[in-house]
């Protein structure tokens, strides 16, 4: 649960009453951030000597985010070739956005920063918020903030990154000794590279002895302001080779990053899970050619004409409901950015109703658990039918800013880029890989004669997606994949006029209408993949209409001439996606046989990875929250840039846990 920041005001600076300390210098914060961290970090520099590069900065207490905000001003000065600056954070006690919004205005030359800094501020939830800064110059690259809220002894234990540069700034290190700790400067030097530079405004011998114990270089100068000493330096290049990630991780799980000039991808399956990672490559420069085998985007699993978007979340909040919350946010976030008109969305919430006493409570105690607020809160029936503008008879769940999607423009929004290329209507046949590390795709096109010269085709690229849901295991490689179809029908009704301000769902949903139709769901025929629609569904979804939502059924003709479609969802066996790098199954299973005599076994080599194949695929019928933040963390996998989710989600995530689990039992 987040704990805000307790503060007072003092000249309009906030002054934390919790520590006792000030955020920044009360001479003067940006002059300080910019001599402290900026100069000492030596920056600027740095940009000008390695142009077109990406940038890490990491910092401990992210507080007003005035180290952002010069950092962003810098960057825009001189980094004008530059692909993108990447600024981690850490905040265990945030500002909220009004205190922040305050804190900030007393830096009118930074208001242009401070303005789009705060319209972006995160929901105030735990975890990883991945957030693309607006682009305030054509050409400098994108500024991503990365703000983990949560403790730094957690962040320290789930942050993967390739750090340039760290500004360590936790509040003076006698009273916030947590932001100081031997586990900090340890972590630092497993995230840090032979030109990692780290500069902090205190000059404390603890902080000095554990930077060098951990193998950094310090130098003292002259402190800001009234302070004597504040350090600065560099990690030690001849300590040695900095010690593999998988020595505190699973082998499998740390898959080697893509360091290539050529940078051509392929996507296969061009659902929002394939449009996506289209997205996120091109987006890195890359050259992507997405392949389906319909004539359109969205024609499997995200063709619905409204999907909801929500995070179904468990009963406690476990490591799979912390994964849809995230990922739920990171998709709000994605529309806003692709589809800024929201002819084919609306945020307009979305009520998950209790349809017993029991069912609220529970909901009710879960709100006071996790203090979600931001986000979802637990409304009553009366304060539910007014969100809905129906009568409602029961209570739930709010999602504020829930919304409904009409999925196929969304995947055309994705991937209208002059770097993505859509090839439809081609087959798969073969992916192979040759000794240079590159991927040959043969492809059958669907629609022309097998006497054609056209008819197949064979493509190269050093990455390829699959995203291509349950078939994607038909190919070599993949076979061992325990995904299965669940095919499911989705119902729609002409209607005009029908009164529903918000998505209501419980155990099915209904959207408020779009285009002239009132769309909702759906059925579940596990195992299968056949797409007929029948009555018996379409009878199905009504009485779920009726009985569930009496209200909407009743503005309906339900003798109307209805209308459906089924598509096929991809499911797991352990109902979590499937994203990431993944291994070769035959030599894993030999080179970790022992794990047949112990889960624990501990090994010390690199694993088997199929370099630069990765999959985003068994979302089930929850790839609206979950596909397009796998897509993000399937691109910072390949260019070794920092993960958008925390290494537990990766574990949670990655195709390799199937390989582990049948090794294990000997298949
Ligand atoms: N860099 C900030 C800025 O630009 O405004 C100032 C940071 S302030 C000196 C230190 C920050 O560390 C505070 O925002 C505080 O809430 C945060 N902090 C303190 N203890 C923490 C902990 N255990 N984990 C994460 N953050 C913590």
Not at 356 to 378: A, G, H, I, M, P
Not at 530 to 555: G, M
Request: hydrophobic letters at 40%; charged letters at 20%; glycine letters at 6%.
């Amino acid at each position: 649960m987040i704990k805000p920041a307790k503060i007072q005001w003092s000249d309009g600076s906030p002054v934390s009453t919790q520590f006792d300390d000030v955020y920044f210098s009360k001479i003067s914060g940006i002059d300080e951030t910019r001599y402290v961290f900026l100069q000492h970090n030596e920056l600027t520099q740095r940009w000008i000597d390695s142009p077109q590069s990406v940038f890490t900065i990491a910092e401990t207490g992210f507080g007003t985010g005035l180290n952002l905000l010069c950092t962003w001003q810098q960057w825009l000065e001189h980094s004008e070739t530059h692909q993108a600056l990447h600024f981690v954070s850490v905040e265990k006690y945030p500002l909220d956005k009004h205190s922040l919004s305050t804190a900030l205005q007393q830096w009118p030359e930074l208001q242009y920063l401070s303005d789009a800094l705060i319209s972006s501020y995160p929901a105030l939830v735990p975890g990883w918020h991945r957030i693309t800064l607006p682009r305030l110059s054509a050409s400098s690259g994108d500024v991503i903030l990365h703000l983990y809220l949560g403790d730094i002894a957690d962040w320290l234990g789930q942050m993967t990154a390739q750090v340039d540069a760290w500004f360590l700034d936790g509040f003076t290190p006698a009273r916030n000794p947590d932001m100081w700790s031997a586990h900090l400067f340890q972590t630092m030097a497993k995230l840090s590279h032979y030109h990692t530079s780290f500069a902090t405004f205190t000059a404390a011998s603890l902080v000095r002895r554990g930077l060098q114990a951990a193998g950094f270089k310090t130098q003292k100068a002259k402190g800001f302001g009234k302070k004597r000493e504040m350090l600065y330096g560099q990690f030690n290049a001849s300590q040695g080779p900095i010690a593999p990630s998988w020595l505190t991780y699973k082998p499998w799980f740390i898959p080697p990053a893509i360091h290539s000039e050529n940078k051509q991808a392929i996507v296969v399956g061009a659902g929002i899970a394939g449009c996506s990672s289209a997205y996120s490559l091109a987006k890195r420069g890359w050259q992507v050619t997405l392949i389906d085998t319909h004539e359109n985007v969205a024609a499997g699993a995200s063709g619905n004409a409204q999907g909801v978007l929500y995070a179904k979340l468990a009963s406690d909040m476990n490591i799979q409901s912390e994964f849809y919350l995230a990922g739920y946010l990171y998709s709000l976030e994605l529309l806003k950015h692709v589809m800024p008109d929201k002819d084919n969305w609306d945020d307009c919430g979305v009520l998950q109703l209790a349809f017993n006493e029991k069912e609220l409570k529970r909901q009710k105690q879960f709100c006071e658990k996790f203090n979600l607020s931001d986000v979802l809160t637990s409304v009553d029936e009366h304060q539910a039918s007014e969100l809905a503008g129906i009568e409602l008879e029961n209570g739930g769940l709010y999602f504020k800013n829930g919304a409904w999607v009409y999925p196929a423009a969304w995947c055309e929004a994705l991937i209208n880029q002059p770097n993505i290329q859509f090839l439809s209507q081609h087959k798969v046949t073969t992916i192979n890989q040759d000794n240079f590390n590159q991927w040959q795709v043969d492809l059958m096109h669907l629609n022309t004669d097998p006497l054609n010269n056209e008819h197949t085709k064979q493509l190269t690229a050093n990455v390829v997606i699959m995203c291509n849901a349950h078939e994607a295991k038909q190919l070599s490689p993949l076979t061992f994949l325990p995904t299965s179809p669940i095919a499911g029908q989705v119902s729609g009704l002409a209607s005009e006029g029908i009164k529903l301000n918000t998505v209501l769902c419980g155990d099915s949903y209904v959207t408020p209408s779009h285009q002239g139709q009132l769309n909702f769901g759906a059925t579940y025929r596990l195992k299968s993949t056949d797409c007929e629609t029948t009555k018996d569904d379409h009878t199905f979804n009504l009485d779920k209409l009726t009985d569930n939502f009496p209200s909407v059924a009743i503005q309906v003709n339900s003798e109307g001439d209805i209308n459906g479609r089924v598509s096929v969802r991809c499911s797991t066996p352990d109902y979590v996606p499937i994203a990431g790098a993944v291994c070769d199954e035959i030599q894993f299973k030999q080179q970790f046989s022992d794990l047949k005599k112990s889960k624990r076994w501990r090994f010390y080599e690199a694993a088997p990875f199929l370099k630069g194949l990765y999959l985003n695929l068994g979302h089930g019928s929850r790839g609206l929250s979950s596909a397009p933040l796998c897509a993000e963390f399937i691109a910072a996998q390949i260019n070794d840039e920092p993960w958008p989710i925390i290494k537990t989600h990766a574990q949670m995530l990655s195709p390799n846990r199937f390989l582990v689990s049948q090794t294990i039992k000997g298949l």
